[in-house]
């Protein structure tokens, strides 16, 4: 903002507008990129749907990041071990996303993002070590050591994955939101996706569904600023945000600032309320971003941006350390208790890797197993290859 630093204006998130809502500021948006906030920054915590949290719960999201970040961290070290093979695609500056919009959820709610997963799936409640091991290929994982880093899942916990396709998700999003209101269940569908997956064929398609037959589900651009490692100017087409790609198909839209949790909780609220009681889909875009390349395999990660860049956002704009200092500011938690709990995070985390480790490898025999639920389940359909349909 004029006449101020990014840290002043970013101090906290606390500071408030004196208008109405957000303000465009004059210089274009995500430019080659730009750190500068792209909308004035207001006070969300005094929302009807932040004013109810405990200071239990305020801790709670602050426990739910560090823990992310810490199994993220010594995941990569694993990665660099050889404790692990293909992709590892890290959630490290974007804990705030997934932490603040499945708070929201309720018991017929559901989520299904991209391959970049990890934050969701702990943020869902997956333990580390189910995950840890799935990381590692271990037959004690999540997904017995077939899916590896991009296909955590948790069907337990309405959590659907975890796809490596590119939008792949999109449409599988719609139908979890179809499957609801087709049950005449109160609940929504949280579709994720990042900025990359945007002009995608399949993502357009989904929301002209979900606009025309109102689906309940709300898909929201994790936007880290990086489509891999081509940035949003010279990859999307755009007026002055993503999400109002929206309008095209007669479906809300907001933009959120995904450094403060007060905010992403508010605007997912309303989002989330439209889809269960209006079933009308909306597109949120919540700008993020990530302090580590596309995956551990990007060589190029400080090439397309400076590291003076990605310093200025681990400086002024780490969604962890800004809600660690507005809970201080508040008097829910101390210097020292937060250190407590970083390091309860790390002790965690290695019993995770220790587990994982230690786990039995997935059997050779089991190799075929899990392809097929028909085959697994030996019906009919299965043991002859023929599928009846309305019988």
Same mark, same amino acid.
């Given at each position: 903002?004029?006449?101020?630093?990014?840290?002043?204006?970013?101090?906290?998130?606390?500071?408030?507008?004196?208008?109405?809502?957000?303000?465009?500021?004059?210089?274009?948006?995500?430019?080659?990129?730009?750190?500068?906030?792209?909308?004035?920054?207001?006070?969300?915590?005094?929302?009807?749907?932040?004013?109810?949290?405990?200071?239990?719960?305020?801790?709670?999201?602050?426990?739910?990041?560090?823990?992310?970040?810490?199994?993220?961290?010594?995941?990569?070290?694993?990665?660099?071990?050889?404790?692990?093979?293909?992709?590892?695609?890290?959630?490290?500056?974007? +804990?705030?996303?997934?932490?603040?919009?499945?708070?929201?959820?309720?018991?017929?709610?559901?989520?299904?993002?991209?391959?970049?997963?990890?934050?969701?799936?702990?943020?869902?409640?997956?333990?580390?070590?189910?995950?840890?091991?799935?990381?590692?290929?271990?037959?004690?994982?999540?997904?017995?050591?077939?899916?590896?880093?991009?296909?955590?899942?948790?069907?337990?916990?309405?959590?659907?994955?975890?796809?490596?396709?590119?939008?792949?998700?999109?449409?599988?999003?719609?139908?979890?939101?179809?499957?609801?209101?087709?049950?005449?269940?109160?609940?929504?569908?949280?579709?994720?996706?990042?900025?990359?997956?945007?002009?995608?064929?399949?993502?357009?398609?989904?929301?002209?569904?979900?606009?025309?037959?109102?689906?309940?589900?709300?898909?929201?651009?994790?936007?880290?600023?990086?489509?891999?490692?081509?940035?949003?100017?010279?990859?999307?087409?755009?007026?002055?945000?993503?999400?109002?790609?929206?309008?095209?198909?007669?479906?809300?839209?907001?933009?959120?600032?995904?450094?403060?949790?007060?905010?992403?909780?508010?605007?997912?609220?309303?989002?989330?309320?439209?889809?269960?009681?209006?079933?009308?889909?909306?597109?949120?875009?919540?700008?993020?971003?990530?302090?580590?390349?596309?995956?551990?395999?990007?060589?190029?990660?400080?090439?397309?941006?400076?590291?003076?860049?990605?310093?200025?956002?681990?400086?002024?704009?780490?969604?962890?350390?800004?809600?660690?200092?507005?809970?201080?500011? +508040?008097?829910?938690?101390?210097?020292?208790?937060?250190?407590?709990?970083?390091?309860?995070?790390?002790?965690?985390?290695?019993?995770?890797?220790?587990?994982?480790?230690?786990?039995?490898?997935?059997?050779?025999?089991?190799?075929?197993?899990?392809?097929?639920?028909?085959?697994?389940?030996?019906?009919?359909?299965?043991?002859?290859?023929?599928?009846?349909?309305?019988?």
């Amino acid at each position: 903002m004029p006449g101020r630093s990014a840290e002043e204006s970013f101090r906290f998130g606390l500071a408030r507008s004196r208008r109405a809502g957000y303000s465009r500021l004059d210089s274009q948006f995500m430019q080659d990129p730009s750190a500068d906030p792209p909308f004035a920054v207001m006070d969300f915590s005094s929302s009807p749907v932040n004013r109810s949290l405990s200071a239990e719960d305020k801790i709670g999201f602050y426990r739910s990041m560090v823990r992310i970040r810490r199994f993220e961290h010594l995941a990569l070290g694993q990665y660099q071990k050889d404790k692990m093979g293909g992709f590892l695609h890290l959630y490290i500056g974007q +804990e705030s996303v997934a932490v603040g919009t499945v708070s929201l959820m309720g018991a017929h709610d559901h989520t299904i993002t991209a391959y970049r997963d990890h934050g969701h799936a702990l943020a869902v409640g997956m333990g580390m070590d189910e995950c840890m091991a799935e990381l590692f290929g271990k037959a004690s994982g999540c997904s017995k050591g077939k899916g590896g880093s991009m296909h955590f899942f948790a069907p337990d916990k309405n959590f659907w994955g975890g796809h490596g396709i590119v939008a792949g998700q999109t449409p599988l999003g719609l139908g979890l939101g179809y499957g609801l209101k087709y049950k005449g269940l109160p609940g929504c569908a949280l579709c994720f996706l990042g900025d990359g997956a945007i002009n995608q064929g399949a993502f357009h398609e989904s929301l002209n569904l979900a606009s025309l037959f109102e689906i309940p589900v709300v898909y929201i651009i994790e936007n880290n600023g990086y489509s891999m490692g081509t940035s949003q100017l010279r990859s999307s087409a755009y007026r002055d945000c993503l999400a109002q790609r929206a309008e095209a198909y007669n479906m809300a839209w907001d933009l959120i600032n995904g450094e403060d949790l007060y905010e992403i909780r508010a605007k997912a609220h309303i989002a989330m309320e439209r889809a269960r009681k209006e079933h009308r889909p909306s597109l949120l875009e919540i700008q993020t971003y990530r302090y580590y390349g596309h995956s551990v395999a990007d060589a190029n990660a400080d090439k397309y941006r400076t590291p003076d860049e990605i310093e200025r956002y681990k400086t002024y704009h780490d969604p962890i350390r800004l809600w660690e200092r507005r809970l201080i500011e +508040e008097g829910l938690l101390t210097t020292e208790e937060a250190k407590a709990i970083e390091k309860e995070a790390t002790k965690e985390t290695a019993a995770a890797i220790k587990f994982a480790d230690n786990a039995p490898a997935p059997k050779i025999e089991d190799v075929l197993h899990d392809v097929y639920w028909e085959v697994d389940e030996d019906t009919e359909s299965g043991n002859t290859g023929r599928h009846f349909f309305n019988d």
